[in-house]
């Protein structure tokens, strides 16, 4: 037999509450993110930030010639 003491209905709810809560709070920072990541003002920065890698490739062939 089980001698645990009963946490009752009470916490069951509750922990259903917080779970439900935290799931809300990181679907919102989600959709923030995404709405962050695609907003046009961001996408001259994106686009500079995208084309490092080769910027780095331009100087390299400078040194070279």
Do not use: C, H, M
């Not at 809560?21 to 993110?33: P, Q």
């Amino acid at each position: 037999r089980d001698r645990s003491p009963s946490r009752g209905l009470g916490d069951v709810y509750k922990r259903q509450i917080v779970g439900s809560i935290f799931t809300v709070i990181v679907f919102v920072s989600f959709i923030g993110i995404v709405w962050w990541a695609f907003s046009s003002r961001n996408k001259q920065k994106f686009d500079e930030a995208a084309n490092l890698p080769f910027a780095d490739e331009d100087k390299e062939k400078s040194k070279e010639d």
